[in-house]
Structures are given as structure tokens and as C-alpha cells.
């Protein structure tokens, strides 16, 4: 397995807020961004999860943001899949900006059928 | 019918950009919430029209940017349905802050299938 | 000191996400809302403290999504003021619906300068 | 003039609402983009713009949705300067997926100073 994957971003303007920074909710799209990336470098596309009834959702997230990034900022976002078991996936996140690390992250991600019920993780995420 | 409907916004701080004021694309979300109230005061909840197969779309807008909004404004949405047809359903928008207005739309919106395919509108909504 | 303060919230279409429910990273935005509404409560304007040079900041988060929430879905912010010292703010908050909790969270508040230094709170914010 | 400018997108997750396509209000975050680097690929970096006290801001926008566009999709986004005067320029935008054109837009930019007065652009921008 590829871990930790690296994914780059440059901050768009509409990402800022009032205060010339990266709004605080919008890190959360920025891990997505990074799990679906994790998935692609190891050979699977989130899409086809969906299609096929397994839908990944957010248990829980834990952020620590040290540093405001800024638009037009080149990010590297690096995704570690750090434990997985049966029914949950753990990843921890890190951005850098110039390799010094403005924020950190954790996520417990689930899977849940079309009725919204935890299932287990599809097979394929968790040979 | 109740026409026009108005909708009371307060500007959340997300909802600003790097320059201190509303960003241009989050008026669509508050046009979006005009056309849902616009339904409730005129007797239709919008989540109805999906769980029975019919999404309306929003085929094309037009926005005119007179004056910046602020974090925390009060803010009026006046919305206006100002023409339909079977097939279509064309609104215009005030945004107004002290009886001044700052920003003008008119969207046409076009109802569309689970297959995503356009259809008539409900009928509920052209009588 | 009022504490907790509950701010209700609808569910706006665009909050939601491909999986139909509010997207994890929206609630950033609901609990910033439920920061703005607990200072209004007790007689402050959180723009205010902009206009004087003092930048609230999340320093960090932890969110727990317990259940999903869904367009128009009407909740109640829960906001509570847990802690604070002449450097940081503590709140957590409760996201319900029909009285179910359906979101916990916590964060750590602290206060920027013009330049991005961290500062002492202001002190009409720790009395 | 490089012109047009191709900038590539990937639909992110949180882009896309409960209908499953891109929230039409985000294509405004996309067409912000392809104005960046528009600029960028002519030389100019917006932010230098900023920093100098000249702020460019959306005066209107027109666009046609022709055909939904879903998570993960591929896109082209072609940002075509089309007129341009001492206080305004006009871009054209084309949102295509393997070659067929999505979504049609149309901007008009003016710019402000710190106050957000209506100026004169920069001298660079209209060489």
C-alpha cells in the first residue's frame, strides 16, 4: 500500500474568509480531497464505493491548526492511513506550507448501505 | 399567491471572502433559500417535489453585484416569481440592506427527473 | 452570563452533499454561527472586536457526527461556554434535532492580533 | 495574450449537493479560478494586485447550466478575456467534459480600491 500519499492544493480565493485566511470548515474538504486521492494511489476510486451501495462518512474528526494559510498558498497535504479494523479507517492528516506544518488532523471514517446503517467496510478497503 | 415572498439573512462569517465581504457565489446559496420559502409561504415544501421524482434546476442565472455585504448584515431577500410556464419557472431577486438594494437576480429554473432528463413541472407548482 | 444559548438552524439544499446529507464540513460553519449568537446573547458584536484589532480563531476542534442531518431539517445549536483564561475560550456544542443529539463538538478559541499574534483575550470577553 | 486560458478540475465531494451534480452556485468558485490563472498564465499574480491596494470584483455574471456535472469528473475550464476597457474586462467561460460544453458563463470585472471605490484597473492589466 502507498502511505502516506501526498496530494497538492493551492488555496482558492473563495476558501478565505473576512480574515485574509483559509476558513477553519474548509480544511474538511481539503482531507476529503485527501482520502480520495489515498484511495487512487492505491488503485481505487471512491465513486465506485458509492455505486455500489458503500457510503464513507465521517465518525469523528480531530483538528489542531497552528498556522493560517493564505490564498494562492501551494499545500501539500499528506494522508496517512494509520489503522483500520473491520468498520473503521483512521487516517491522520498534515498540511505543509514550505514543509513546515500549519495544521494537523484525524479522522474515523465509517461505512454506512443507502439506508445510512453502518455496514462493514468494503473488502477491498481493508485487504 | 403570495408574491413577492421576503426572507430575512443574516450574513454568516464563512460566508465572507479574503476581502471582507459576502463572496459573489454564496448569493446563489441565498437565492436558493428564496425560492424555498418562496414555496413554504405559498403552501409546498421543496423536499416533497424529490421524494416524489421531481428536482428543480436552476438552468440559468443572471446576477448584477451593486454593493458589498458585510459579516452580520441584516439582510432582506425579496423574491419574485414573475413567470411560468409547463416547463419552466423564472424568479427575480432584491437583496436589500436598509431598504437599499445590493444585489439583483433572475434565475430560470426547469424541473428534471431522476434520470436527470427535463420534464414538466409538477402540477402543483403551475396552478 | 447566558450559558448555554440555542440558535436554531434550517438546513439549506446547498449544505447538503452527493450523499444528501449536510456535509461533515458545514457544521465549521454552524458552530461558528453558535460562537456569534452565545457573544450577541450576552451583549456583544462580535464585529466589534474585528474593528478593534482582536481575531477570534479556532485553534483546534474535535467533532463527533453521530447522525446525519438532511435538508430542511430544523435543529437547535446548542452553544456552551465550558472554559476560558486570559488566553483561550472553550466551548462545546450539541446539534439536535427533535431533541436527539445528532452532532457533539468542542473548540479551543483563541485571539489574533492584526499581525497574526496570538494575544491576550479581550477583556470584555473573560469577565 | 495567452487567450484563452485551459485550467483543469476535478469535481471535489463537498462541490456536489443532494442531487449528486455540482451545487450551481460552486461554478462560480470554478470560474474565479480560471480568472486566476488566466492572469497567471500571462504573468500576473492576483495577490500582487491586492497587496497594492487594487481589488478586482465581480460586477455580473450570466450562466447557462446545460448539463450536470458529478463528483470526480474531469473537467476543462476554458477562461477566454473577450473585452476589455480601462475599468472593466470581460471573460467568457466554458465548463467541458470530454469535449462537450457543460456550462456557458459570462463575467464582468471591475475594480475597487481599499475603500471600495470603483477605479481605474491597473496599468498591467489592460496592456
Do not use: W
Not at 64 to 69: R, S
Not at 108 to 113: A, L
Request: with cysteine; charged share 25%; hydrophobic share 40%.
Amino acid at each position: 500500500m502507498i502511505n502516506p500519499v501526498e496530494t497538492s492544493i493551492r488555496v482558492r480565493y473563495a476558501e478565505t474568509d473576512g480574515q485574509g485566511v483559509v476558513h477553519h470548515g474548509n480544511y474538511m474538504t481539503y482531507f476529503e480531497l485527501g482520502r480520495i486521492e489515498h484511495l487512487r494511489a492505491n488503485g481505487m476510486v471512491y465513486s465506485e464505493f458509492e455505486a455500489n451501495g458503500h457510503f464513507l462518512v465521517v465518525a469523528n474528526v480531530e483538528c489542531k491548526y497552528l498556522a493560517p494559510v493564505r490564498f494562492d498558498d501551494e499545500l501539500i497535504l499528506r494522508t496517512n492511513l494509520v489503522d483500520h479494523s473491520r468498520v473503521k479507517l483512521v487516517h491522520t492528516y498534515q498540511v505543509l506550507r514550505d514543509e513546515r506544518i500549519m495544521t494537523e488532523a484525524k479522522t474515523t471514517i465509517v461505512c454506512v448501505d443507502r439506508e445510512g446503517k453502518v455496514t462493514r467496510l468494503p473488502e477491498k478497503l481493508i485487504c
